[in-house]
DNA sequence: ATATTGCTTTGGAACGTTCCAGACGACACG
DNA sequence: CGTGTCGTCTGGAACGTTCCAAAGCAATAT
């Protein structure tokens, strides 16, 4: 509890001591840094050299104390899934860090229980700890967005609200559907006519909107889907027991899965019986996870740009927290395939 | 800048009005929440029951500015490596915030310019946001550090100060040369004798600490390691370049790698060659990334104990910001092996 | 000459909390 | 009975910032 003089890091200077130095009022330092051009050019200068000398930085609290702003972003992270392939989230929070800082917020994550998708939120809303948030997991349903749209708590959401079109909330998405019938073409632009599905459980919005991309996809070319697809859990070992199945009962001779997950459970099957992936039969994955980078021959893979899923995202939030609040509608971006070996007749090569 | 009364939310209650409801001075409730015993039993139930009643909660930012701490730990994070198998960080960052709610702290992600290590680290301190760092990527030395430490700044390295083995700070760390040596035995054990390496250029330390857990284990067992080694850059191309030079010229039947990247090279390579990973050739990797996990036939690789670490750090944290500040020695943790098809005979079956 | 306007600068109050010194009553001790 | 001590509670000040209203001053308009 003792302040040992000297030992500790020296206190960071403060607007009073700016002004003293300077020579005006702590309100004026305060504008030279807020309003610059509120001052007359000559004083400006002269705040802004005390302000370089002192190497001043306005206390963060204090702001947030006045301001009834903290400039941080609330966004929740659960566990990692363990073999699981698609480390989308990992991918979504780096572009976010950045864009954030371009726009002058930092990301604060909490943990959550994976049980309560509340968890953790209401502590950092009453405390004023953050913002905003920045909600991720809507895979069902989202109770979160109805909770914080309860609470009048501002958020973006990371996807669309499935089992609530009118809500309101921003939000911000990628089109499943579309990456899903942009794999399968390509796929039936190979040749391919026989293109299975391998997605996820009924009752996953998702999954039923990425299916559909690959249905409307073989549709339009005439093809039928009858008996191709399966519906399993998002592991590696549901992805490979499908692809066994459908291997031996329909006879494909290519893949569209809703995940990387489910696509190297594929790969596992091809490698079993020794086929190439490629070469044999053909594979796409969804999310362009790094496994799909790295995995020989690599796999072809549906990428979400999660580059500007970022910067929509930071741009709804700074909306919201404007005054006025300007809530725009969802926005819907278009993801990019990714080919390599696994989806290409030249097999190994990168 | 209008303010709607009644549309926007409701203002959270303060220490001011607790105190009204429950009928004692804004002091008492702030024992109430600090230090309850300090209270006589009635009135602390009388008043906690006024904060249940109002859901009240401690205001961050006045109490950051009043005690001079946000609870708040910086972390930084670089972009996203596009084509490498390693998301070690991901792995720990989600660690480090679960352990950090434990502790009631939360951490708050920055975003770093790669070329300029100390990037963002002066802005957060000054403007006190934070009250520690966490800094992870010493991997060539650690010029944040130094430089933290000459600023004063409390801080906890994951990664030991390779560079200069007396500095005083906090740090925890894995030993890589244990898990190499843990890898190489278990290679040895099953009858492998030649046992290659592949590992970062020498300037890396983590590269020549992993190292030398390889060489050790050939030693011990008095098998030459001359001619089986190769230094390369952390990608997957050079993994697969440096495993198809170390394959015809020394014949290896097992490889170390200093990384599941690298490992992922030797995939190709053998892929390429049609050879079996694990039944004609053995693989280890280091990280035990999604990748490592998912890959057919899984990838045998050494695991950091990474959720061992962050509770390590935190301690760490938590002794640096007590009054007085306690620093502890540096905490090294040891890895273990996570055995799949790539290193053992039974080939596929998981 | 006086009032009006616009530009620049200023002092005081406020944000919500915790620290500090002191007040109050009860109780024990000399 | 006076005095000290302890346990409990309180009011004022402070943290460092921004908001607000107003003051000073020069230039212009009346």
């Not at 708590?153 to 669309?160: E, M, Q």
């Not at 996820?200 to 039928?224: C, F, N, Q, V, Y």
């Amino acid at each position: 509890m003792a302040r040992i003089p000297g030992r500790l890091p020296t206190a960071p200077p403060t607007l009073a001591d700016v002004a003293e130095r300077a020579g005006v009022s702590r309100q004026t330092v305060s504008n030279a840094v807020n309003n610059p051009d509120l001052l007359r050019s000559d004083t400006l200068l002269r705040v802004q050299e005390a302000i370089e000398d002192l190497g001043y930085l306005p206390n963060r609290a204090a702001r947030n104390l006045r301001t009834r702003a903290s400039h941080l972003v609330g966004l929740r992270i659960n566990p990692v899934q363990e073999g699981t392939a698609s480390a989308i989230m990992d991918r979504f929070v780096h572009s976010l860090v950045e864009t954030s800082r371009e726009a002058g917020k930092h990301v604060l994550l909490f943990a959550g229980d994976p049980l309560d998708p509340l968890a953790g939120y209401d502590d950092l809303l009453r405390s004023t700890a953050v913002d905003a948030f920045v909600v991720t997991d809507t895979y069902l349903g989202n109770p979160q967005a109805t909770w914080l749209g309860a609470r009048r708590a501002p958020f973006v959401a990371f996807g669309r609200p499935w089992d609530n079109p009118s809500a309101t909330h921003p939000w911000v998405d990628v089109d499943g559907a579309a990456g899903c019938a942009l794999a399968t073409t390509h796929l039936l632009d190979q040749g391919h006519e026989r293109v299975a599905w391998i997605g996820w459980r009924k009752d996953s919005w998702i999954g039923e909107d990425r299916r559909s991309g690959w249905t409307r996809a073989m549709h339009e070319r005439g093809l039928p889907t009858t008996g191709l697809a399966s519906r399993v859990e998002d592991t590696v070992a549901s992805g490979r027991g499908a692809s066994a199945v459908l291997l031996d009962e329909a006879r494909p001779t290519a893949f569209v899965c809703a995940s990387d997950t489910l696509a190297m459970g594929v790969l596992h099957t091809l490698a079993e019986r020794g086929l190439a992936a490629g070469r044999d039969v053909a594979v796409v994955g969804f999310d362009d996870s790094q496994v799909a980078q790295v995995v020989p021959p690599g796999l072809t893979s549906v990428r979400q740009p999660l580059e500007e899923v970022a910067v929509e995202v930071v741009k709804a939030l700074e909306g919201l927290l404007a005054h006025p609040p300007a809530v725009g509608p969802g926005v819907l971006l278009t993801p990019t395939l990714a080919v390599r070996g696994s989806s290409s007749a030249v097999g190994f090569g990168s």
